[in-house]
T-cell receptor, first 113, second 113 residues
Framework: DQQVKQNSPSLSVQEGRISILNCDYT??????FLWYKKYPAEGPTFLIS?????DKNEDGRFTVFLNKSAKHLSLHIVPSQPGDSAVYFC????????????FGQGTTLQVKP | KAGVTQTPRYLIKTRGQQVTLSCSPI?????VSWYQQTPGQGLQFLFE???????NKGNFPGRFSGRQFSNSRSEMNVSTLELGDSALYLC????????????FGQGTRLTVV
């Protein structure tokens, strides 16, 4: 049972434009969400997180939006840069007070110069 | 602050052997989680340790085990290796585990031949 889903395996955008990566979840008990960026053969790099008590969190070029009623979150990258090309994972804390993260399958972002 | 350190970076083992991977978390972090990444299954949670106790466990066979030491360093062990155990093994540390950011190491690439 895939509790966290990233339905778009890949996304291609032009440099300078907005990249929007989407993530859906099924478990209404999830209350903390994170986005990671990953290059091949390396560990994921933490980007931004959001608690379920918020609907938006912003950090520089990265903004995460959370729609609890739709069980949907999205990551916006503005403006997109070629260095942003990587695999992006969304993750949810599996249960309160533990370190278990449940990951989506990832979306490969390509930013074209 | 030093990041999460995993050793070794690469390993090649033969079927039937056992292997031990090591993870040193960020100083002050007490939660260490382990994940397996394969092309077909994505990032799968193995287990989490907090203050030397296993706090959570994923759906992996008993051949996969781990432990945490008093300095929060963690090891995971895989016995009787199978070809399907070939994967990138990632360790993540966080301060408390719940509702906080988790930071990943570079991973250990295990190849079973």
């Amino acid at each position: 049972d895939q509790q966290v889903k990233q339905n778009s395996p890949s996304l291609s955008v032009q440099e300078g434009r907005i990249s929007i990566l989407n993530c859906d979840y099924t478990n209404s008990m999830f209350d903390y969400f994170l986005w990671y960026k990953k290059y091949p053969a390396e560990g994921p790099t933490f980007l931004i997180s959001i608690s379920s008590i918020k609907d938006k969190n912003e950090d520089g070029r990265f903004t995460v939006f959370l729609n609890k009623s739709a069980k949907h979150l999205s990551l916006h990258i503005v403006p997109s840069q070629p260095g942003d090309s990587a695999v992006y994972f969304c993750a949810a804390h599996g249960s309160s007070n533990t370190g278990k993260l449940i990951f989506g399958q990832g979306t490969t972002l390509q930013v074209k110069p | 602050k030093a990041g999460v350190t995993q050793t070794p970076r690469y390993l090649i083992k033969t079927r039937g052997q056992q292997v031990t991977l090591s993870c040193s978390p960020i100083s002050g972090h007490r939660s260490v989680s382990w994940y397996q990444q394969t092309p077909g299954q994505g990032l799968q949670f193995l287990f989490e340790y907090f203050s030397e106790t296993q706090r959570n466990k994923g759906n992996f066979p008993g051949r996969f085990s781990g432990r945490q030491f008093s300095n929060s360093r963690s090891e995971m062990n895989v016995s009787t290796l199978e070809l399907g155990d070939s994967a990138l093994y990632l360790c993540a540390s966080s301060s408390s585990g719940g509702k906080t950011e988790a930071f990943f190491g570079q991973g250990t690439r295990l190849t079973v031949v």
